[in-house]
């Protein structure tokens, strides 16, 4: 079956500091990769995502590359603030069934300190 | 998009009452799930709408667990005789429903935290 694997966190950072989450993924087909990013209290919310290899998905200076042959979506900022932290979730989404179905890592905790 | 949005935000019950939860998904959005979250967890599949059928159910939702949308629309998830094991965060999640399957984006609410006591 399907399966994300993340870097256990948490992670913390200082302000300004580079910021490398790391992704892994098993899947049967050829999936869709996302970031989701989760605040204290609320649902999630998507960050980024692509569809096909090589591709870059980017969004608020965070950036993931689908890269097939490393089974890979590693999460990368160049400087994170403050507000960054919150809990970040990587997923595959195949089509099965009918249905979209996705596939969620256990969450990356980055904390960020000014 | 007014976003998707769910009520309660929290539930305290004692076990073996039953709660409802409701979703109401983003308007144009055909396709409606359900999914249970745990601490420490992502998100888990529960179930699955396109408008207003019930196309599929996770071994995760147990007999106690019924989920409706009755006109398309809104979707309720009821949990009869709670244990404490449903503790939770129950989150609903809403798509367009794109041709390209896999890359379709999923819209989630706040989500519901329920507490069984």
């Known amino acids: 079956g399907n399966s994300v694997t993340q870097m256990e966190g948490p992670v913390t950072l200082s302000e300004e500091a580079f910021l490398t989450i790391n992704c892994t993924y098993t899947?049967?087909?050829?999936?869709?990769l996302f970031w989701y990013v989760q605040y204290p209290g609320e649902g999630l919310q998507l960050l980024l995502k692509?569809?096909?290899?090589?591709d870059k998905g980017s969004n608020k200076g965070f950036e993931a590359t689908y890269r097939k042959e490393t089974t890979s979506f590693h999460l990368e900022k160049g400087s994170v603030q403050v507000s960054d932290s919150a809990v970040y979730f990587c997923a595959l989404s195949e089509y099965s069934g009918g249905y979209q179905k996705v596939t969620f890592g256990t969450g990356t905790k980055l904390q960020v300190i000014p | 998009d007014t976003g998707v949005s769910q009520d309660p935000r929290h539930k305290i019950t004692k076990r073996g009452q039953n709660v409802t939860f409701r979703c109401d998904p983003i308007?144009?959005?055909?396709?409606l799930y359900w999914y249970r979250q745990t601490l420490g967890q992502g998100p888990e599949f529960l179930t699955y709408f396109q408008n207003e059928a019930q196309l599929e159910k996770s071994r995760l939702l147990s007999d106690r667990f019924s989920a409706e949308r009755p006109k398309g629309s809104f979707s309720t998830l009821e949990i009869q005789r709670t244990e404490q094991g449903d503790s939770a965060m129950y989150l609903c999640a809403s798509s367009r429903g794109l041709a390209g399957g896999p890359s379709d984006t999923q819209y989630f609410g706040p989500g519901t935290r329920l507490t069984v006591l």
């Open positions: 692509a569809t096909k290899a090589d």
């Open positions: 308007s144009e959005h055909n396709r």
């Open positions: 899947a049967t087909g050829y999936p869709s």
